[in-house]
């Protein structure tokens, strides 16, 4: 039986992305900026690609899915989509009357700059397409006054201070995105409060059931669960309760284990075996970590 998942093709240059596309060779060898009607030839096999650079797509409109990973997104006019090297960010079906553009950058353009430290702390890199940036009009405007300096740089610009320039406009541009960001989870706060919903209700199903037998939850296990990325759930919630998804997790544990310590006979060492601990030492170094006390000083007070 043939295997019916797409190929992956890793694309290890910004040269790679203009021959694939079939058009002519970048400006310059470690950013480029290209139409969407220009990745046509991209969307033609099926094949998922993994970059090994940095993407910035603003999208203005989009007939059609964006597939990334296992899963596919319909646009909206005025999205904005981030991807960091060594991920899958997929293909497009239907790509006709696409309209959009898209920057590429090698890390190594960003070599020598601050920006190369700062843009891997920037958590939308690992959005995934369903959590793309839903861009205001005048949002929308702003940004793609950005790719117009950025395009007008590489089109007729290329001296001793190109790259600083374009440099700073990504900078600019990432910024932009960090305020949108949070302007997006304010106003979604409707839905991202139901989300919120969801993952208090697993988190306490999770410590009820399942964490003596299969220990302490991860982040992952909570984003898999609700269909989401760890950045971009541990986000939402910090939008919302001012901690994120692992600090919830330590929240929850701390307080089913006073519950435990305060009402049952259980020692400390069965306290940690049944809140999932290979090592009761860990369980007591975290409490003490997070409640100032010992376990055995905390049990101690109700006595």
Not at 13 to 34: E, N, Y
Request: proline content about 4%; glycine content about 4%.
């Amino acid at each position: 039986m043939k295997n019916k998942n797409p190929t992956i093709v890793k694309l290890e240059s910004i040269t790679d992305i203009h021959r694939i596309a079939g058009i002519s060779g970048p400006v310059h060898p470690m950013v480029t900026l290209i139409d969407a009607a220009e990745l046509l030839d991209m969307c033609k096999a099926p094949v998922n690609y993994v970059l090994s650079f940095y993407k910035i797509t603003l999208v203005t409109k989009m007939d059609g899915k964006f597939r990334y990973g296992q899963g596919h997104y319909d646009f909206d006019q005025g999205s904005l989509v981030f991807a960091a090297p060594n991920q899958i960010v997929g293909k497009i079906q239907a790509p006709a009357n696409n309209e959009g553009l898209s920057i590429f950058i090698h890390p190594d353009f960003l070599q020598g700059y601050p920006l190369a430290g700062k843009i891997k702390q920037f958590g939308f890199f690992s959005y995934s397409a369903n959590e793309a940036l839903h861009l205001s009009e005048q949002e929308r405007a702003t940004i793609q006054s950005i790719f117009t300096i950025i395009r007008e740089e590489l089109n007729s610009r290329i001296d001793d201070f190109s790259r600083e320039v374009i440099i700073a406009q990504i900078e600019l541009l990432s910024s932009y995105a960090k305020r949108f960001h949070k302007r997006q989870f304010l106003t979604r706060q409707v839905v991202n409060n139901d989300l919120l919903q969801q993952f208090e209700n697993l988190l306490s199903k999770y410590f009820e059931e399942k964490v003596s037998n299969n220990g302490m939850p991860t982040v992952q296990y909570f984003a898999d669960a609700l269909n989401y990325t760890p950045n971009y759930l541990s986000d939402v919630l910090r939008s919302l309760t001012g901690l994120n998804v692992q600090q919830h997790i330590h929240q929850k544990l701390i307080e089913k284990s006073k519950d435990l310590l305060s009402t049952t006979a259980l020692t400390i060492n069965e306290v940690a075996y049944q809140l999932g601990f290979d090592y009761p030492q860990s369980f007591s170094r975290l409490f003490k970590l997070k409640t100032k006390m010992s376990p055995a000083q905390f049990r101690s007070t109700f006595n």
